[in-house]
């Protein structure tokens, strides 16, 4: 079935394709419209799931993880100071190996008080052991519910969906509704191995000392990096089932590029017409779209990137005092590479400010025009 939807509402219905079985969420701009959706299908009978009305996204996340925790698969949504305000419960979400998955759309961090667009909300949890994919089109954000269950209910590790506020979130597109009995066929119902069960007691995220918990850490660290197969495993299962295969990067004009850009979400999206104009003007750009940010693909980027010309990095985010955080992880994974390229780390469009293809095909320039960078961080269209 195509049907034209908003960002917001491609959240929703991929859970209800998903068939979730508790929703429990609170409204936050630019969010709302997700569990509004949601609450319709509930009370319309459209989504056989318990809806949970919260107080506050701490709650929400608290009432995830107990629905999760007793085996009903769980969906949630959220967006800037409502994710900050979760933070506590994302690590106790992670710790006790519950496969929830929620929606977050990024929004700029308070004060000053804002609405728009920017990724520092979600970066900020990238520590918290939540599995992160981060999309660029209403299609993928549909897709990539469904995906994220299938990979969170192997690994036991909870995932969260990324989209960013406005650009993607209130945009509306024509969007492909896969049949319900393909999607079942797809991920099927969930069985936890390890729900509570009143029929055979035990406790579950009690206590422990220095005697385990260095290995319970270690058991969380393998199966993230288990994920990365698991993406790209369930990302061609999908492709096969539906058409549209995923993966932990989508490359562009990669193949014999000099100069690559490294981006995101919807940066990523609008480099695309600027390197096509750049290759017909004889230039060899390329562009790596990072997806799967939670675990980072390292491997993959430095097979990607090993003995390119140029790297040029553009992040919609600031790890304060460092630089850009795709920058960041871009650089680490190519640390001890031999044929390191020089790469070079834009800050753009935080707070929403547009990044229009103009200003994309600027920093591409200026990293042709130069040697080396001359610093890492390197600021786009700041007023002075």
């Known amino acids: 079935m195509q049907k034209v939807i908003m960002g917001n509402h491609a959240l929703s219905w991929g859970a209800l394709l998903s068939r979730a079985e508790v929703i429990a969420a609170y409204p936050i701009t630019p969010q709302t419209e997700v569990v509004e959706l949601l609450s319709n299908m509930c009370a319309d009978g459209d989504l056989d799931a318990q809806f949970i009305k919260v107080e506050s996204e701490h709650s929400a996340m608290a009432a995830s993880m107990g629905a999760s925790a007793a085996g009903a698969r769980t969906f949630t949504a959220t967006s800037a100071q409502g994710l900050a305000l979760m933070h506590e419960v994302l690590h106790w979400a992670t710790g006790a190996r519950l496969p929830i998955v929620m929606g977050n759309i990024n929004r700029a961090m308070a004060p000053p008080w804002t609405i728009w667009t920017e990724q520092t909300d979600s970066i900020s949890e990238r520590d918290t052991g939540w599995l992160q994919i981060y999309t660029s089109s209403i299609q993928e954000i549909l897709d990539s519910v469904i995906q994220a269950y299938k990979v969170a209910e192997q690994v036991y590790l909870p995932v969260m969906v990324v989209l960013d506020s406005f650009v993607l979130s209130h945009t509306n597109e024509n969007c492909d509704i896969p049949d319900q009995s393909k999607v079942d066929a797809y991920l099927p119902k969930f069985e936890n191995a390890y729900k509570l069960d009143v029929n055979k007691p035990a406790a579950y995220g009690g206590l422990t ?36 295969e995923y993966g932990l990067v989508e490359t562009y ?31 060899k750009v390329g562009l790596i779209r990072v997806r799967v940010f939670r675990p ?14 140029k790297v040029l990095v553009v992040d919609r985010n600031i790890s304060f005092g460092m630089s850009g955080a795709f920058y960041e992880e871009t650089k680490a994974a190519l640390y001890n590479v031999k044929n390191s390229p020089p790469m070079w780390g834009y800050i753009a469009g935080l707070g929403g400010r547009d990044v229009p293809t103009n200003v994309v095909r600027d920093m591409i ?20």
């Open 365 to 384: 320039e200026q990293t042709m025009k130069e040697d080396h960078p001359s610093g890492d961080i390197i600021w786009i269209g700041v007023k002075k």
């Open 209 to 244: 000392g220095p005697d385990w918990y260095y290995e319970l850490r270690y058991k969380i660290q393998k199966d993230t990096e288990r994920s990365l197969d698991l993406f790209v495993e369930t990302g061609k299962e999908f492709g096969e089932m539906f058409g549209r």
């Open 296 to 309: 980072f693909p390292s491997d993959l980027m430095r097979k990607l990137l090993e003995g390119r010309k």
């Open 253 to 283: 004009k990669l193949d014999d590029a000099d100069t690559v850009l490294v981006s995101s979400a919807s940066i990523a999206s609008t480099a695309r017409p600027v390197i096509d104009a750049m290759r017909e003007e004889g230039h």
